[in-house]
């Protein structure tokens, strides 16, 4: 059973770096690929990265910023976040992504793991 629990949150300044947690306490991750989202206050949800082999996807706001990547000898998926801004602030999700009639479709979501910017 795949089960996902984040950590790594914190607050930190502008331009801090913050390297984020996604561990499946399942031991199943490394079957699939794993995305990591986040929501903002007031915001929807939306995805930063996600990975399985190759390629990675990233959203534009964070590309050449976030790095996500994978132990699964850890079945741990990491991200990476360099030159923090404030409008990164939020909950951070990750979630197990399966690529189902063309498009990827999310479950089993962590609690989350809140990331808090400072100008």
């Known amino acids: 059973q795949v089960q996902m629990a984040e950590s790594g949150g914190g607050l930190v300044q502008a331009g801090d770096s913050l390297t984020l947690s996604c561990t499946d306490t399942?031991?199943?991750?490394?079957?699939?690929?794993v995305a990591w989202f986040r929501q903002a206050p007031g915001k929807d949800r939306e995805i930063v990265a996600r990975?399985?082999?190759?390629?990675?996807f990233y959203a534009d706001s964070v590309k050449g910023r976030f790095t996500i990547s994978r132990d699964n000898a850890k079945n741990t998926v990491y991200l990476r976040m360099n030159v923090l801004k404030p409008d990164d602030t939020g909950v951070y999700y990750c979630?197990?992504?399966?690529?189902?009639?063309?498009?990827?479709?999310?479950?089993?979501w962590g609690q989350g793991t809140q990331v808090t910017v400072s100008s």
């Open positions: 979630a197990r992504a399966l690529y189902i009639g063309g498009r990827y479709e999310y479950d089993s």
């Open positions: 399942g031991r199943t991750a490394s079957n699939y690929a």
């Open positions: 990975i399985r082999w190759s390629p990675t």
